[in-house]
């Protein structure tokens, strides 16, 4: 299952295998069911990369009809494209069966500049290249408000 807001994005996903996609720019009880019709028996793990508003749907939709532990669900929290922070009630987590985990569990110093040193690696051999969209700091405000740029990154210079 993937979820989110562009689309053109989802189709790509669904075209790359995904059985399941869901567009998090409906209203919270349309969310919630289309995240209650994809549960099936429940997930193994959630690659979060959204967090804020679709997660806490997704929190409450976990939670079982009836006094039943749920299997467990390893949430673990990636990014936070649709907002920083979200409401858990108590019951998504004493019943649902949610283990939530933060996606730098396990790492410390070493294994950080391990991984930092292989993207510069990647970046300078070329391997990984970002497209970028440079705007003069005297145009910020404009460029804030920009919705054009999906998977570009924003540069700003001065």
């Known amino acids: 299952m993937a979820t989110g807001r562009d689309p053109a994005k989802l189709a790509e996903v669904r075209a790359l295998g995904a059985d399941t996609v869901i567009d ?3 209203s919270d009880a ?44 390893r949430l673990v929290q990636v990014g936070e494209a649709a907002g920083p922070g979200l409401t858990v009630t108590a019951a998504s987590l004493r019943t649902s069966g949610v283990e939530i985990y933060g996606a730098a569990k396990g790492s410390n110093a070493e294994t950080m500049a391990e991984g930092y040193g292989r993207i510069v690696d990647w970046a300078r051999s070329g391997q990984l290249v970002a497209e970028l969209d ?7 405000e404009n460029a804030w408000r920009r919705t054009d740029s999906t998977g570009r990154r924003l540069v700003v210079t001065p």
């Open 30 to 73: 349309e969310l919630a069911r289309a995240f209650t019709a994809a549960r099936g028996t429940g997930y193994d793990v959630v690659l979060d990369y959204l967090w804020g508003r679709p997660t806490e749907i997704l929190l409450r939709t976990l939670v079982p009809d009836s006094f039943t532990f749920a299997p467990p669900t």
């Open 134 to 140: 440079r705007v003069p700091l005297s145009d910020i």
């Open 24 to 26: 998090t720019a409906v």
